[in-house]
């Protein structure tokens, strides 16, 4: 028997890079080798035993590579063809399948989740997950799974030409959610960053200003914008950030909360101001069928990444990806990506 290397998650903190045996394809499946995996923070999530983790697990599910085999009835992909991964696997069948909304399929499955993820060096997917990439840089095309959420979370929000937004967070997922902003309508943005680093990064993708969070701030911005923004968003999940959110939206203003919060944090808002300034309050989950907006943003270099890929670590390095506020090699980390 083949085996392969992966870490593979055996409970809640322990983390153990194993081999294990390599997977075979079924019918309508394809086999990808693996070339790169980004490392998110849901797989700190999956590691901390939260998210419906079932263990042991292989986590990762931002994965780019090259189909290696594929199973009988396989209709668009072959061998040798270089692929990014949608993880979400959905049955089709349940109500929320059957009224579009796969992504909150009944009998949920994903990649890195509830079944063996990018963290190895072969993964197995569903045809109809997998999405040539062309000649597209394999690091880069592993940001097709973050970028595909965050045209998700545009397309929710419909941004009004030429409009003006506001962005609490700039890491990774703010990038890249700044990006997109600005190539989707949002003619000016500004940023709220507490590390000097990140907000010069932003800087130099795009943004028209970015600020440090502190007692000035609502001055600050509001001279800069006296009738407020037209969006506010964030990616932060940060509570203490989304409860502010509402005072700097413009009268028919949207508001994105991205981040994701903790699952028991609480905010309050003012309905009358909701109700008296027009405001929409959106949310935005996962991703529903814009894997191909992100590859045609990632190919057409109108949304950069490289820019923001700080580690390449191989897999038995992951868990200090996992476990990065201990480790000080790891400070000022962005986007980390797993080479196996
Ligand atoms: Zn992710
Ligand atoms: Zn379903």
């Not at 990808?32 to 849901?42: D, F, K, L, P």
């Not at 005072?247 to 028991?264: E, F, S």
Request: aromatic residues 6%; contains cysteine.
């Amino acid at each position: 028997m083949q085996t392969m290397r992966a870490a593979v998650i055996t409970e809640k903190y322990h983390l153990e890079t194993r081999e294990i045996p390599t997977p075979e394809v079924s019918a309508g499946e394809v086999r990808i080798r693996i070339a790169v995996t980004g490392v998110c923070g849901t797989d700190l999530h999956l590691y901390g035993g939260h998210f419906g983790a079932v263990f042991p697990l292989v986590p990762g599910h931002e994965i780019a590579g090259v189909v290696d085999q594929v199973g009988a009835g396989v209709r668009y992909l072959k061998e040798g063809d270089r692929v990014a991964l949608d993880p979400v696997i959905s049955c089709g069948a349940c109500h929320h399948c059957r009224r579009g909304m796969r992504h909150h399929c009944e009998n949920y499955q994903a990649l890195g989740v509830t079944r063996a993820g990018g963290f190895a060096e072969y993964v197995i997917a569903p045809e109809s997950n997998v999405y040539p990439v062309g000649n597209l840089d394999l690091e880069v095309a592993a940001f097709a799974e973050p970028l595909g959420c965050i045209a998700w979370g545009i397309k929710r929000l419909q941004p009004e030409p030429a409009s003006k937004a506001l962005l609490f967070g700039t890491g990774p997922i703010g990038l890249l959610l700044m990006q997109a902003l600005l190539v989707s309508g949002i003619s000016e943005i500004t940023v709220v960053e507490p590390n000097a680093e990140r907000r010069a990064l932003a800087m130099q993708l795009g943004a028209k200003l970015a600020l440090e969070p502190g007692k000035d701030l609502i001055t600050q911005l509001f001279d800069l914008e006296p009738y407020g923004f037209d969006v506010v968003t964030e990616a932060t999940g940060a509570p203490a950030v989304i409860s502010q959110m509402l005072q700097y939206a413009t009268p028919g203003g949207k508001i994105l909360y991205y981040g994701v919060a903790p699952d028991d944090a609480k905010v309050e808002i003012s309905p009358y101001e909701v109700f008296r300034r027009d405001l929409t309050i959106l949310g935005s989950f996962s991703l529903l069928g814009t894997t191909p907006i992100a590859l045609e943003w990632l190919s057409s270099r109108r949304v950069q990444v490289k820019p923001l890929i700080t580690h390449r670590l191989p897999i038995e390095q992951l868990k200090l990806a996992l476990e990065y506020k201990d480790h000080p090699g790891m400070n000022g980390s962005q986007k980390v990506l797993i080479v196996p």
